[in-house]
C-alpha cells in the first residue's frame, strides 16, 4: 500500500473505531447476542448455546476475547468492533482497485455512516463480522479474476474461515469465488477447493463433536431451519412472499445506505470498460439476493443484507465522488452524512442507538422488579421466544432463578435454563414450585398477542396481575400452566 493509502485508512479505521465505541450497547441485545454469550461458556447446539448452525469460529473467537474484556457482552462487541474497521479498510481496498482513491474514500465514508452498518458494529451480533468476511473474500477473487493466479489459494481459506464464522457466508460467497478462481485454470482451482475443504473440516468436525456429534446436531439445525423458515413458505402464499421479501431487501438497503441511497439509482454514469467490474458485482450479490427473495428474510434480521452491501458501497461510492465535485456538492455530502447520523441515533426503530438504549432500560428495570416480587425457589419465570426481552434474555440476566421457554402449541422442545446453562426437559418441574411470574416483553402490542395467544389455553383467573414500580406483571399458580408444557 502506498503511504496516501496507509493514511486514508488509518483515519477511516480511527473514525469507524470510535464511532462504534462510544455508542456501543452495554448489554446482549438480541436473542442470538444471548445465544453467543451462553456457548462461551458452554458450547452445545441442541439447546441453542448457540443457535444452528453453530457459528463455531465466532464463539471461539468471543473465548479468547473473554478474559480481555470481562463480561460476554463486551467481547463480543470488541469482535463487532474490530470487524468493522476490517470492513471499512477492506471496502476502501476494493474501491481503490476498482476507481481510484477518490472513490475508495467515497465508499469508506459511507460505512462509516451507514445507519445499519453502524448499528451493528456496537452489538453482539455476527453480520458486521461477516460484512467483513465479505469483503475481504471479495476483494482477493477480484485478485484472482484479473488473473492473479496466487490469490487463488488464499481466498479459499478466507472463505473456510469466514464459514466457520458464519456457516451462510460458503452459500452467498461460494459463487464467487468459484467465478474469480476458473480464470487461474483447474490445478489452482483444485488445489483452492482442497484449500478451503481442510479450513472448513478443521472447524466442522470440532463442531459436531462439541455438539454432541453429528445426528444431534443435523436434528438440531432441522428443527430450527422448520421453525423459522417453514411459516414464510408455504405453496399458496409463496409469490406474495416473495415480494414482501423482495420489498423488505428495498427497505433494508435505505437503512443501511440512509442520505446516500439515491445514489443507488442515479449519479454521473461510470465508464463502459467497467463491464468485468459489473459482472463480478451481479455474480457477487445474485446468490443473496435470490435467497432472501424467494426463501428466508425477517426485517428484524436485516443484518443478513451486510454480506452483499461491500460491492454496492464500492460502486455508490465512486458514484458520490464523481458527483461531489465542488464546495457546493460537497456541504451537500456533509449534510448527509449527519443525516445518516440522525437516523442512527434516533431513528425509532430496532436497529438506532435509541432503540438500544431504550431496551437496555426496559432491561434493568424489568429485572429489577422481578427480584423485588420474586424469590429463585419460589417462583418460575416464564418467557416467550422473542428477539428483545424474551425467554433468553430472563435466563441471561436473572440466572438465579428457573426459567422456562413457553413452546408453541405444536413444539415438541421445552427450554429449561438455569445458571446460564440450557437444557431439554419433557415436562415442566409443576410439584416443586408453587408459583410463576410472566417475564413481560415490550412493546406492549407484540407482548400483547402473545397473551392473546397464551389465555385461550388456560382457565380463567390462571394469570393475576401484580403491579411493581408502576409495570404489570401477571403471577400465578405455576401448577395452573400445566397445558402450555402439556408437549405431544
Known amino acids: 500500500m502506498k503511504s496516501p493509502l496507509i493514511a486514508d485508512c488509518s483515519i477511516l479505521t480511527l473514525a469507524v473505531a470510535l464511532s462504534r465505541f462510544l455508542f456501543r450497547s452495554r448489554y446482549l441485545y438480541d436473542l442470538d447476542s444471548v445465544n453467543f454469550a451462553l456457548a462461551l461458556d458452554r458450547f452445545d447446539v441442541a439447546v441453542h448455546q448457540p443457535h444452528p448452525p453453530g457459528y463455531f469460529l465466532y464463539v471461539c473467537l468471543g473465548r479468547l476475547f473473554l478474559p480481555l474484556f470481562g463480561d460476554a457482552n463486551s467481547a463480543l462487541v470488541a469482535i463487532s468492533i474490530l470487524a468493522s474497521c476490517g470492513a471499512v479498510v477492506a471496502i476502501y481496498l476494493l ?3 476498482w476507481f481510484g482513491r477518490r472513490a475508495a474514500v467515497a465508499s469508506g465514508l459511507l460505512f462509516l455512516f451507514s445507519p445499519l452498518g453502524w448499528f451493528h458494529g456496537t452489538v453482539a451480533l455476527t453480520y458486521i463480522v461477516e460484512c467483513f468476511t465479505s469483503a475481504l473474500v471479495g476483494h482477493l477473487c477480484w485478485q484472482s479474476y484479473c488473473g492473479r493466479k496466487s490469490f487463488v489459494v488464499p481466498s479459499a481459506v478466507v ?3 469466514a464459514a466457520g464464522l458464519r456457516p451462510s457466508s460458503l452459500l452467498m460467497l461460494a459463487p464467487l469465488w468459484a467465478f474469480s478462481a476458473r480464470k487461474a485454470g483447474w490445478r489452482r482451482m483444485v488445489w483452492g477447493l482442497l484449500a478451503l475443504a481442510l479450513v472448513i473440516a478443521a472447524w466442522l468436525i470440532p463442531m459436531m463433536l462439541a455438539s454432541g ?3 444431534r446436531y443435523w436434528n438440531a439445525a432441522q428443527a430450527l431451519w422448520s421453525n423459522a423458515a417453514g411459516s414464510q413458505n408455504d405453496t399458496a402464499g409463496i409469490v406474495a412472499m416473495s415480494l414482501a421479501r423482495f420489498a423488505t431487501i428495498g427497505l433494508i438497503f435505505l437503512l443501511c445506505l440512509g442520505a446516500a441511497a439515491p445514489f443507488l439509482l442515479a449519479g454521473p454514469r461510470l465508464d463502459s470498460a467497467d463491464t468485468g467490474k459489473k459482472l463480478f458485482t451481479w455474480v457477487w450479490v445474485l446468490p443473496g439476493l435470490a435467497f432472501f427473495t424467494l426463501v428466508f428474510l425477517l426485517f428484524v434480521n436485516s443484518g443478513y443484507l451486510l454480506v452483499i452491501s461491500p460491492p454496492a458501497f464500492a460502486w455508490i461510492g465512486a ?3 464523481a458527483w461531489c465535485s465542488d464546495a457546493r456538492k460537497a456541504a451537500i455530502a456533509v449534510t448527509l452524512a449527519a443525516a445518516n447520523t440522525a437516523v442512527y441515533l ?20 424489568i429485572t429489577t422488579s422481578i427480584r423485588k416480587i420474586a424469590l429463585p425457589g419460589e417462583y418460575v419465570i416464564v418467557g416467550f421466544d422473542a428477539h428483545f426481552l424474551g425467554f433468553r434474555h430472563a435466563a441471561y440476566y436473572l440466572p438465579e432463578f428457573l426459567t422456562l421457554g413457553v413452546p408453541g402449541p405444536a413444539s415438541r422442545i421445552l427450554f429449561s435454563a438455569q445458571y446460564r446453562s440450557t437444557s431439554l426437559v419433557k415436562q415442566a418441574p409443576l410439584d416443586r414450585f408453587p408459583k410463576f411470574v410472566v417475564f413481560p416483553h415490550p412493546p406492549p402490542h407484540q407482548y400483547q398477542k402473545y397473551l392473546d395467544q397464551l389465555r385461550p389455553r388456560l382457565r380463567e383467573g390462571a394469570l393475576q396481575e401484580e ?4 409495570r404489570e406483571f401477571l403471577v400465578g399458580d405455576f401448577r395452573d400452566l400445566a397445558p402450555l408444557f402439556a408437549l405431544p
Do not use: N, Q
Open 319 to 321: 458514484r458520490a465522488a
Open 467 to 470: 403491579m411493581i414500580d408502576g
Open 95 to 97: 474501491t481503490d482497485g
Open 346 to 365: 434516533w431513528l425509532p426503530l430496532y436497529c438506532s442507538h435509541r432503540a438500544v438504549t431504550k431496551f437496555e432500560k426496559e432491561l434493568v428495570s
Open 213 to 215: 456429534g453429528a445426528a
Open 159 to 161: 472463505l473456510g474461515l
